[in-house]
């Protein structure tokens, strides 16, 4: 079991007002977002496991719960290396281009994630802006050659390393990935909430696991189990 608060005598297992447990709410969230399934695919997991679930009862979990998870994630995370990579890729909502523009540091831990109608220096400026206020300053930064990030940082008289060669395209794999399971996002406020919820998970359970050894992993992976399990815990109806 992902999360479960049956073992904390102190607290309710149940969420006021919700008919299932803490422990099957979480395990519904963990599965959707971790894995590459459908709503659909985790209402049959829960029904192998004796749990009847619809789909839609699972849609609203991911939407409420999971950002509640991902906020306590991300208020955990430790500070980040001072290497930066950012990029932005372009989805299709509704006929409408929009880019998602993410920062990730040497590790591959995903700083942020911001959805934004433009690719352009207003938008680069934004995105750059809520890293600096949650991170501080970075050595080096990262990005592919838009004109953009260098008209930023000169206007914002930031004293750092910039390259402008590599982004980290890498990091839009998963959401490629997940466009094609949800059927495109349907607006850009679903795609925020959804993918930002969705990096947490991913920086929480895809540690770099080709840099360590099977039993570093392992312990890596229970300690992400306990972290997710001690913010469902914490979960507000």
């Known amino acids: ?16 007002g919700y008919r299932f447990p803490r422990s099957i709410v979480s395990y519904a969230v963990w599965a959707y977002h971790r894995f590459a399934l459908s709503l659909r695919d985790v209402e049959d997991l829960l029904a192998e496991r004796g749990d009847t679930v619809s789909y839609e ?16 994630v991300r208020a955990a995370r430790r500070q980040p290396t001072d290497k930066w990579h ?11 281009k929009h880019w998602p523009w993410r920062a990730v540091d040497s590790n591959g831990e995903i700083l942020d994630l911001l959805v934004q109608t433009r690719r352009n220096a207003r ?8 890293l600096l206020a949650r991170w501080g300053m970075p050595r080096v930064i990262i990005t592919d050659k838009l004109p953009s990030y260098s008209a930023v940082l000169r ?7 910039h390259r402008a060669h590599k982004g980290c395209e890498g990091s839009h794999r998963l959401t490629r990935k997940r466009e094609k399971i949800l059927g495109r996002f349907k607006s850009a406020r679903q795609a925020q909430r959804f993918l ?42």
């Open 86 to 96: 950012l990029d932005e890729v372009v989805i299709t909502i509704r006929g409408k």
């Open 57 to 72: 009862t699972i849609r609203a979990w991911a939407g409420k719960f999971g950002a509640q998870i991902a906020k306590r």
């Open 123 to 130: 938008a680069a400026k934004r995105i750059i802006s809520r």
């Open 155 to 161: 206007k914002l008289g930031l004293a750092m390393d």
């Open 196 to 237: 930002a919820v969705h990096d947490e998970t991913a920086n929480l359970f895809r540690p770099r696991r080709h840099t360590m050894t099977a039993t570093t992993f392992r312990r890596k992976r229970a300690d992400a189990f306990c972290e997710w399990a001690g913010c469902a815990i914490e979960l507000a109806a």
């Open 1 to 16: 079991m992902v999360a479960s608060a049956d073992d904390q005598p102190n607290l309710p297992t149940r969420l006021q």
